[in-house]
Nanobody, 123 residues
Framework: QAQLNESGGGLVQPGGSLRLSCAASGRTDSSWIMAWFRQAPGKEREFVAA????????LYADSVKGRFTISRDNAMNTVYLQMTSLEPADTAVYYC????????????????WGQGTQVTVSS
């Protein structure tokens, strides 16, 4: 069992930056896959980024490549999503997710979810 707790959301102007955090607790280890998804109002939840806890090449959605970076801090047992050059289209509730089944962009491949944190990009 793993527990995930997101933080760091808020209101930011277009072109601004924000860093989301996902604190993991419970039975997590380096073999786990950590991911970020987001859901905008009236839309389905979509994949944003994912990586193995131990490292390797991360996956990114085309819409965020070059702007978002997923990283982790082993000592803090925390995964981050650094977001730059934010656009109004990035407005959504952002969710952290975890799995041991394999690196995937499919939300059905993730077993554990956080409660979400709101990101609003607006002037």
């Amino acid at each position: 069992q793993a527990q995930l707790n997101e933080s760091g959301g808020g209101l930011v102007q277009p072109g601004g930056s924000l860093r989301l955090s996902c604190a993991a607790s419970g039975r997590t280890d380096s073999s786990w896959i950590m991911a970020w998804f987001r859901q905008a109002p009236g839309k389905e939840r979509e994949f944003v980024a994912a990586r193995y806890w131990w490292g390797g090449s991360p996956l990114y959605a085309d819409s965020v490549k070059g702007r978002f970076t997923i990283s982790r801090d082993n000592a803090m047992n925390t995964v981050y999503l650094q977001m730059t050059s934010l656009e109004p289209a990035d407005t959504a509730v952002y969710y952290c997710a975890a799995s041991r089944r394999g690196l995937t962009t499919n939300q059905n491949g993730y077993d554990y979810w956080g409660q979400g944190t709101q990101v609003t990009v607006s002037s």
